[in-house]
């Protein structure tokens, strides 16, 4: 048995609809949205008393961003909302992406903070966005 391709990332939100419209102008799909709770959604995760709000998004190739807002137990932060990169854990998620000016400018309308820009050598162009909650987005343009 192997793996066949990995499904989606989960990302714990405190604002659910401005994260998801985040997602939503980088050009992600949303797939639906549902509220789950129980004792079952519990034993899964290992909480009690669970109730929380659902938002799956998917990219153009199908590979997803479920975005959860807990309703109970209460969400915990871990670290400032602003850490930086090198903070321990899962930091950022990368995108590739086509016509990367035109995304990041379109992210700053949004209100996306960039955190920095370079060129990688003769293959990459890349870009670090910051969005709602202090998320994290990289942005890869490969050269033509």
Same mark, same amino acid.
């Given at each position: 048995m192997a793996i066949k391709? !990995?499904?989606?990332?989960?990302?714990?939100? *405190? *604002?659910?609809? @401005?994260?998801?419209?985040?997602?939503?102008?980088?050009?992600?799909?949303?797939?639906? %949205?549902?509220?789950?709770?129980?004792?079952? =959604?519990?034993?899964?995760?290992?909480? %009690?008393?669970?109730?929380?709000?659902i938002a799956m998004l998917r990219t153009p190739d199908g590979q997803g961003i479920e975005l959860?807002?807990?309703?109970?137990?209460? @969400?915990?932060?871990?670290?400032?909302v602003d850490a930086p990169v090198n903070t321990l854990g899962l930091r950022r998620v990368m995108f @590739? =992406?086509?016509?990367?000016?035109?995304?990041?400018?379109? !992210?700053?309308e949004h209100g996306a903070e960039v955190i920095g820009e370079m060129q990688y050598g003769e293959s990459y162009r890349l870009a670090y966005i910051r969005g709602p909650e202090g998320l994290i987005v990289g942005l890869a343009e490969a050269a033509s």
């Amino acid at each position: 048995m192997a793996i066949k391709r !990995m499904d989606n990332v989960l990302i714990v939100v *405190d *604002d659910l609809e @401005a994260v998801k419209a985040f997602f939503i102008a980088l050009g992600l799909t949303l797939e639906g %949205e549902t509220t789950v709770e129980g004792p079952m =959604v519990g034993q899964l995760i290992g909480l %009690e008393n669970v109730r929380s709000t659902i938002a799956m998004l998917r990219t153009p190739d199908g590979q997803g961003i479920e975005l959860d807002k807990f309703h109970t137990p209460d @969400a915990v932060r871990f670290g400032p909302v602003d850490a930086p990169v090198n903070t321990l854990g899962l930091r950022r998620v990368m995108f @590739a =992406v086509d016509g990367i000016d035109a995304v990041v400018a379109r !992210m700053r309308e949004h209100g996306a903070e960039v955190i920095g820009e370079m060129q990688y050598g003769e293959s990459y162009r890349l870009a670090y966005i910051r969005g709602p909650e202090g998320l994290i987005v990289g942005l890869a343009e490969a050269a033509s």
